[in-house]
């Protein structure tokens, strides 16, 4: 538990004590360098909106595609279809929030290998979704390993060296069977581009065996029930702009990678598998709600509401029906916004301004705070899945594709929008009510400022908008979506 400090010239992020006289970067160049990594990340949102407004939503082709082979032997070819649009969105809006996120936190010492680091990330985190290769998707797929490696091992508070190795050797180690799987697959057809692949019918043994290789990568990135360590830790530990990259994006790569290797390619294999990972589903949602209602740090409470969200949209893509697959997509680009604005809230707001993550300590923070406890209730209600929220059409259009493929499945797992509310609503009332301000603290905090509004506004907005109008996702979508269906039930 930390006490504020006023009038240091130590600032405290996530318990790592950094000099702010660093002498070694004037504080005109610091902000010059991070202008220049801001601009840079917002050009590239930018060029993905240019990219969306010329997008022809009435294919299921691949749009935009480039060739390159110059660079090295193996050909590398990028393009972007129906589904692969909306992650790529996705990913362009929030990593500028990532970076706005720790504008005042890192040292100056430290800030260039920041600034690298998260633009490194977002151009590896683009390839994973632009690229038409599936072996190139398993390199980009990892690659990002390194640079969050170094983002937390470097950035993170006290377990730090901990939490980094956690996450690098959980999701190698888990990829390393998607490698097997994708190999074989070379092997026997002779190419791993997605188009050329999806024209090949797998016999049946063969399928079975690549799916459980590719399916064990895709449950330890999601990540379900046992295989959950690495998250909690890695969130924990991790900087505020490594927290905002792992739930917006990275826990997004499993979902994309489904309709990729999966649904098109081993329809036979995850189709008779369907009960085995709606029970993996459904016992990651009771097990991951039940914790998330008994912690009592803040950063872990929302850590472990996006391994529940994760398993609702992971069953919902395995549905084989139209209306789940399009609710999985919906309810992953829902959770990238609010999750991240609730790791913004509670990592970054609360714990700049206190030093502690202990749900115990705040109080009455709407007497302080009103502005905040606006936005902060606001990506409650999504995370709630209350109607009016992108959160919502996702979750119902998910559960409703449980219903269809298995109604016992789709009963047990309507339990989540009962947990969700639960363990949201009862942490919003002891952080927002509960009495008046903790006597840990000696001096009023200020509400909002400028930076962390329009951080915070952003992604209110896009979550009260694709709530209310959620065609500008489902019309781009539905030719993808209804192409997996037809190859499933070949």
């Given at each position: 538990m ?6 240091s ?6 318990g ?12 005109d160049?610091?902000?010059?360098l ?5 601009t840079?990340?917002t050009?590239v ?15 299921n082709?691949?749009?935009f595609?480039q060739?390159?082979s110059?660079i ?7 393009g972007?279809?129906?589904s ?10 929030i990593?500028?929030?990532s ?5 005042n936190?890192?040292?100056n ?15 590896l985190l ?5 690229v038409?290769?599936?072996f190139l998707?398993?390199?980009f797929?990892?690659?990002i ?9 470097m950035f ?7 939490a980094?190795?956690?996450?690098f ?8 069977f998607?490698l097997?799987a ?9 190419f791993?581009?997605y188009?050329a692949?999806y024209?090949v019918?797998f016999?049946y ?5 690549f ?5 064990i990568a895709?449950?330890?990135?999601t990540p379900t ?5 690495w998250?909690l830790k ?9 927290s905002?990259?792992?739930a917006?994006?990275v826990l997004k ?8 290797l999966?649904l098109?390619l081993?329809a036979?294999?995850y ?6 990972i709606y029970?993996?589903?459904f016992i990651?949602i ?6 998330t209602?008994r912690?009592v740090d ?5 850590a472990y509401?996006?391994?529940?969200h994760a398993a609702v ?48 300590v705040?109080?009455?923070m709407?007497?302080?705070?009103p502005?905040?406890s606006?936005?902060f ?10 109607p ?9 259009m998910s ?13 047990l797992s309507s ?12 942490m919003?009332n002891r952080i927002?009510f509960?009495?008046?301000y903790s006597?840990?603290?000696l001096?009023?905090?200020p ?9 915070l506004l952003t992604?209110v907005?896009?979550t009260?908008i694709?709530?209310?109008?959620p ?7 539905n030719y993808?979506?209804?192409t997996?269906?037809?190859?499933s039930?070949?």
């Amino acid at each position: 538990m930390g006490l504020v400090i006023v009038g240091s010239t130590m600032q405290q992020e996530n318990g790592t004590v950094y000099n702010t006289n660093d002498k070694h970067i004037s504080y005109d160049e610091s902000t010059y360098l991070k202008s220049i990594a801001l601009t840079t990340s917002t050009l590239v949102l930018v060029v993905c909106l240019f990219i969306f407004i010329l997008f022809h939503f009435s294919s299921n082709h691949f749009q935009f595609i480039q060739s390159q082979s110059e660079i090295i032997t193996y050909s590398m070819n990028f393009g972007v279809d129906g589904s692969s649009i909306y992650f790529m969105l996705l990913t362009s809006i929030i990593m500028p929030i990532s970076l706005l996120s720790n504008w005042n936190s890192i040292s100056n010492i430290q800030l260039k290998p920041f600034l690298i680091i998260i633009l490194l990330l977002e151009t590896l985190l683009l390839s994973v979704f632009l690229v038409l290769d599936a072996f190139l998707f398993y390199i980009f797929f990892e690659s990002i390993l390194p640079p969050l490696f170094l983002l937390i091992g470097m950035f993170g508070s006290a377990n730090k060296i901990r939490a980094s190795f956690y996450l690098f050797l959980y999701t190698l180690l888990g990829s390393l069977f998607m490698l097997l799987a994708i190999l074989k697959m070379s092997s026997i057809v002779g190419f791993t581009l997605y188009d050329a692949m999806y024209k090949v019918n797998f016999i049946y043994y063969l399928q079975l065996f690549f799916f459980a290789g590719i399916f064990i990568a895709f449950a330890v990135k999601t990540p379900t029930i046992f295989l959950n360590t690495w998250l909690l830790k890695a969130h924990v530990e991790s900087p505020l702009s490594g927290s905002i990259i792992l739930a917006g994006i990275v826990l997004k790569l499993s979902l994309y990678g489904v309709f990729r290797l999966i649904l098109p390619l081993l329809a036979k294999a995850y189709i008779v598998s369907t009960s085995i990972i709606y029970g993996i589903g459904f016992i990651t949602i009771f097990y991951g709600s039940l914790s998330t209602i008994r912690t009592v740090d803040v950063k872990e409470l929302i850590a472990y509401s996006s391994v529940c969200h994760a398993a609702v949209y992971l069953m919902g893509v395995f549905s084989n029906v139209v209306t789940g697959i399009e609710g999985g997509i919906l309810l992953g680009l829902a959770h990238g916004f609010v999750s991240s604005g609730l790791f913004i809230c509670v990592g970054g707001v609360l714990y700049d301004r206190s030093s502690t993550r202990l749900i115990s300590v705040y109080r009455g923070m709407t007497q302080l705070m009103p502005v905040f406890s606006i936005a902060f209730f606001i990506l409650c209600l999504g995370n709630c899945g209350v109607p009016l929220t992108f959160n919502f059409i996702g979750e119902f259009m998910s559960l409703y594709g449980i219903f269809e493929r298995h109604i016992i499945f789709g009963v047990l797992s309507s339990v989540s929008i009962v947990f969700s509310a639960a363990y949201t609503i009862y942490m919003f009332n002891r952080i927002a009510f509960g009495g008046w301000y903790s006597k840990f603290f000696l001096v009023n905090i200020p509400d909002l400022n400028k930076r962390e509004l329009y951080m915070l506004l952003t992604l209110v907005v896009f979550t009260i908008i694709l709530g209310i109008y959620p065609a500008i996702v489902l019309d781009g979508i539905n030719y993808s979506t209804s192409t997996l269906i037809y190859c499933s039930l070949l």
